[in-house]
Nanobody
Framework: EVQLVESGGGFMQAGESKRLSCAASGLTFDDYAIGWFRQAPGKEQEGVSCISSSAGSTYYADSVKGRFTISSDNAKNTVYLQMNSLKPEDTAVYYC???????????WGKGTLVTVSS
């Protein structure tokens, strides 16, 4: 059974930094792209970032470029999202997901809430 478990959410002040973690199990980590998505209250889900070890590529939404960094530790089957210079508009539930590539996700975690106060 594939499981993705997010952690690291919480309450932050604008300008602070936070690192989210996504621990994956039940899949061959190197074979999958892992993405971070978020959904703010009343808004559609947004793709935030994605990393594909097999393709050697990363992706960032324009809204987070230069502030967020995605990385992976294949030995730990864990992907991280380092979030710097947080803004109130970053407030959302953050989900990690796994798929064959960054354009289609097959497995989803349950999400972790990030709240950024001004």
């Amino acid at each position: 059974e594939v499981q993705l478990v997010e952690s690291g959410g919480g309450f932050m002040q604008a300008g602070e930094s936070k690192r989210l973690s996504c621990a994956a199990s039940g899949l061959t980590f190197d074979d999958y792209a892992i993405g971070w998505f978020r959904q703010a209250p009343g808004k559609e889900q947004e793709g935030v970032s994605c990393i594909s070890s097999s393709a050697g590529s990363t992706y960032y939404a324009d809204s987070v470029k230069g502030r967020f960094t995605i990385s992976s530790d294949n030995a730990k089957n864990t992907v991280y999202l380092q979030m710097n210079s947080l803004k109130p508009e970053d407030t959302a539930v953050y989900y990690c997901a796994a798929g064959f590539d960054c354009y289609g996700m097959d497995y989803w975690g349950k999400g972790t809430l990030v709240t950024v106060s001004s």
